[in-house]
């Protein structure tokens, strides 16, 4: 059985940092790009960041560029999403998911990820 754990959540002021993690499972880890999303109250699905494991580049939107940073642990089978200087146009449910077989990384849309992972709130205080 496929699944993609996401945690690491919570809440945090401004200028504070979280780490995401995004654990996968029932799927060969090196063959996907593992990305991560973001829905805001009443706003649609965002890309943030997207990392290509098996030569661990990645893609970043613009707005976390400097600020967000991934990175994986292959033994683990783990995607990291470290965030810095939080702000609270970041507050959202951030979601998890995967792409296989990518080419290249890139700022995957919905529709192209092949599996998903629940949410997990980020609240950033102002």
């Known amino acids: 059985e496929v699944q993609l754990q996401a945690s690491g959540g919570g809440l945090v002021q401004a200028g504070g940092s979280l780490r995401l993690s995004c654990t996968a499972s029932?799927?060969?880890?090196?063959?996907?790009?593992i990305g991560w999303f973001r829905q805001a109250p009443g706003k649609g699905r965002e890309g943030v960041a997207w990392?290509?494991?098996?030569?661990?580049?990645?893609e970043y939107t613009y707005s976390v560029k400097g600020r967000f940073s991934l990175s994986s642990d292959n033994a683990k089978n783990t995607v990291y999403l470290q965030m810095t200087n939080l702000k609270p146009e970041d507050t959202a449910v951030y979601y998890c998911?995967?792409?296989?077989?990518?080419?290249?990384?890139?700022?995957?849309?919905?529709?192209?990820?092949?599996?998903w992972g629940q949410g997990t709130q980020v609240t950033v205080s102002s």
């Open positions: 990392i290509k494991i098996s030569d661990a580049t990645t």
């Open positions: 029932g799927f060969t880890f090196d063959d996907y790009a």
């Open positions: 998911a995967a792409v296989e077989r990518p080419a290249v990384v890139v700022m995957f849309r919905e529709y192209e990820c092949d599996y």
